[in-house]
């Protein structure tokens, strides 16, 4: 039952968040709506029913796993992956790179700012 | 009683879901066990190496990859609530979040303009036709809101997915050494950063080479930086001027 009950609430968010989507035409993702509805009920709730939990933890220690029918889909892209090789592999490498230093050097900065002295 | 011949049985098999969704966790079995064996390198991450072994199966049967998505898309479905699973450990870490949150919500549109800038500059330097450049822009986002948001602005979803996936690993080899190499040794740092360029990888990575804290840190960047980048993204790509 707790699965039951667990996987319930999230198709229920996952449902009101797409018709909101749908409704007021927002280019967001159904799903995600879904997450802010639920993050906004736990709050109301005051904590996380235990059913809701192990659905949830559960579907998210196997989150690597759901990704993989998707990616199968590369295979049907291989010409336009082909077409685009150098500029895509340039792209992630240079993009990520640039990304990870950028982030952890603003939040370690911020941080150091929000702890007067900050750590040496 | 008669025997079915083999081939005919082969038909009837290569198109039942079952053998897509069978196939599709044998796979994923296969390369966990694959990457424990070649000592946990996010090189061979398990789930590029499941595809890679997929991808090599379907093409050497010849089943078509629609045929195959009919039996996976029971998986696949599971990422919408999954999506939405996300607010639980937001919701569990909120006292930290709320000390930390403008640091945090800085770097968080610091870092998705970075990402989302550096991706079409230089896809658009390296002359990337545009509707690779359109799937590329959400490549910083977990897999499902990145599809949402490809489909959106006129990209591909699966293979928004694919590149998500690419740049999931890719951070993961790339961050510890820059990390190093800038002096960031605070695990909560290192997770939410690692969260926001490499989504799930990144934060499955942060569990389990940094610590609890950094995977904790590293699940909020992911979810935080979901959310604001599906806010954010239409707005920076009709800046570059795209659609």
């Given at each position: 039952?707790?699965?039951?009950?667990?996987?319930?609430?999230?198709?229920?968010c996952?449902f009101?968040?797409e018709?909101?989507?749908r409704?007021?035409?927002?280019?967001?993702?159904?799903?995600?709506?879904?997450?802010?509805?639920?993050?906004?009920?736990?709050?109301?709730?005051?904590?996380?029913p235990?059913?809701l939990?192990?659905t949830?933890?559960?579907?998210?220690?196997?989150l690597?796993?759901?990704?993989?029918?998707?990616?199968?889909?590369?295979?049907?892209?291989?010409?336009?992956?082909?077409l685009?090789l150098?500029?895509?592999a340039?792209?992630?490498v240079?993009?990520?790179?640039?990304?990870?230093?950028?982030?952890?050097w603003?939040?370690?900065?911020?941080?150091r700012?929000?702890?007067p002295?900050g750590?040496? | 009683?008669s025997?079915?011949?083999?081939?005919?049985?082969?038909v009837?098999l290569?198109?039942h879901?079952?053998?897509?969704?069978?196939?599709?966790?044998?796979?994923?079995?296969?390369a966990?066990?694959?990457?424990?064996?070649?000592?946990?390198?996010?090189?061979?991450?398990?789930?590029?190496?499941?595809?890679?072994?997929l991808?090599?199966?379907?093409?050497?049967?010849?089943?078509?990859?629609?045929?195959?998505?009919?039996?996976?898309?029971?998986?696949?479905?599971?990422?919408?609530?999954?999506?939405?699973?996300?607010a639980?450990?937001?919701?569990?870490?909120?006292?930290?979040?709320r000390?930390l949150?403008?640091?945090?919500?800085?770097?968080?549109?610091?870092g998705?303009?970075?990402?989302?800038?550096?991706?079409?500059?230089?896809?658009?330097?390296?002359?990337?036709?545009?509707?690779?450049?359109?799937?590329?822009?959400?490549r910083s986002?977990?897999?499902p809101i990145?599809?949402?948001?490809?489909?959106?602005?006129?990209g591909?979803?699966?293979?928004?997915?694919?590149?998500?996936l690419?740049t999931?690993?890719?951070?993961?080899?790339?961050?510890?050494?820059?990390?190093?190499?800038?002096?960031?040794?605070?695990p909560?740092?290192?997770g939410?950063?690692?969260?926001l360029?490499?989504?799930?990888?990144?934060?499955?990575?942060?569990?389990?080479?940094?610590?609890?804290?950094?995977?904790?840190?590293?699940?909020?960047?992911?979810?935080?930086?979901?959310l604001?980048?599906?806010?954010?993204?239409?707005?920076?790509v009709?800046?570059?001027?795209?659609?």
């Amino acid at each position: 039952m707790p699965l039951i009950m667990g996987m319930s609430v999230l198709l229920a968010c996952q449902f009101a968040g797409e018709l909101l989507a749908r409704g007021l035409e927002v280019p967001i993702p159904g799903p995600v709506l879904g997450m802010v509805i639920l993050l906004v009920g736990l709050g109301i709730r005051g904590k996380v029913p235990a059913s809701l939990r192990m659905t949830g933890e559960g579907l998210l220690n196997h989150l690597t796993l759901l990704f993989v029918p998707a990616g199968v889909g590369l295979m049907v892209h291989a010409r336009l992956i082909g077409l685009d090789l150098l500029p895509i592999a340039v792209t992630l490498v240079g993009s990520t790179a640039l990304t990870l230093a950028v982030t952890g050097w603003v939040l370690e900065r911020l941080q150091r700012r929000q702890r007067p002295g900050g750590e040496s | 009683m008669s025997v079915v011949p083999l081939d005919q049985l082969w038909v009837y098999l290569s198109g039942h879901p079952l053998l897509s969704l069978l196939v599709t966790l044998l796979a994923f079995v296969a390369a966990v066990r694959l990457n424990r064996a070649l000592g946990g390198t996010p090189l061979a991450h398990p789930v590029t190496l499941a595809i890679a072994l997929l991808i090599a199966f379907l093409v050497l049967v010849d089943i078509e990859y629609a045929t195959y998505f009919e039996g996976a898309q029971f998986i696949h479905f599971l990422l919408g609530p999954a999506t939405v699973a996300l607010a639980i450990p937001l919701y569990d870490h909120r006292e930290r979040i709320r000390r930390l949150l403008w640091p945090l919500l800085l770097a968080c549109v610091v870092g998705i303009v970075t990402a989302v800038g550096s991706t079409l500059g230089l896809a658009l330097l390296m002359g990337a036709q545009r509707e690779t450049l359109l799937t590329l822009a959400p490549r910083s986002v977990t897999s499902p809101i990145a599809m949402g948001i490809a489909e959106q602005i006129g990209g591909i979803p699966s293979l928004a997915a694919g590149l998500v996936l690419l740049t999931g690993s890719i951070g993961c080899v790339l961050g510890p050494g820059l990390f190093r190499l800038l002096g960031i040794r605070d695990p909560a740092v290192q997770g939410f950063t690692l969260g926001l360029a490499a989504h799930g990888f990144g934060t499955a990575h942060a569990f389990a080479r940094i610590g609890a804290v950094a995977g904790a840190f590293s699940g909020l960047a992911m979810g935080l930086t979901g959310l604001l980048t599906a806010f954010l993204l239409p707005l920076i790509v009709r800046l570059f001027g795209l659609p």
